[in-house]
């Protein structure tokens, strides 16, 4: 083997070539991708240099994949913490700090102890400080505004919000598939 395969994750694109998303970014072990093309269910769009071995076969191991057979990816957003966050755009809702996930929570904007809800529509971002201070009254009540009203979001509205934060590992055979809409360099 050439190289180290512990470094190769691999994109993986809708047969649309968009990724099937972007925050967290879809991607699969090589192991995967390997088993994938063999079981011809995807497509080899870029390689990496790093060359895995069997006793009959030498393979490029693949950096970009994409998929043979469209996945719709319209289906409802999961409630988890971290949607919350990325509908927010990791930024307190009180304050308008934006902050890492690790230092972010959810604040009910009725709260719970009033007969709050944890759904979309009454979970909001809030720092530590804020939401301390908010406490258990509503907004109006502790004298805090909102900025932006709870809602549901839509599959596509948090994509579009995954797209505005790199992931830690970006290698250069994925751009292209990345940033479709962001301005090219002038020749």
């Not at 191991?61 to 996945?71: D, E, G, Q, R, Y």
Request: aromatic share 14%.
């Amino acid at each position: 083997m050439s190289g180290t395969v512990d470094n190769c994750p691999v994109l993986v694109l809708n047969a649309d070539f968009r990724p099937l998303s972007y925050f967290p970014l879809s991607l699969w072990s090589w192991q995967d991708a390997i088993k994938a093309v063999f079981l011809e269910r995807v497509n080899v769009v870029s390689e990496y240099d790093t060359v895995v071995h069997s006793p009959s076969f030498e393979f490029n191991l693949p950096s970009v994949i994409s998929l043979k057979k469209f996945a719709p990816t319209d289906r409802s957003p999961a409630f988890t913490r971290f949607n919350v966050f990325l509908r927010d755009h990791f930024t307190c809702q009180y304050c308008g700090i934006n902050q890492s996930a690790n230092d972010l929570t959810f604040d009910h904007v009725v709260p719970r102890s009033r007969g709050g809800r944890t759904t979309w529509e009454n979970v909001t971002t809030a720092c530590s400080s804020c939401n301390l201070r908010k406490a258990n009254k509503t907004p109006r009540g502790s004298g805090m505004a909102i900025k932006q009203v709870p809602v549901k979001p839509r599959a596509y509205q948090l994509q579009e919000s995954g797209r505005a934060f790199p992931p830690n590992y970006l290698h250069e055979s994925w751009r292209d598939f990345l940033y479709w809409d962001s301005e090219l360099d002038p020749w």
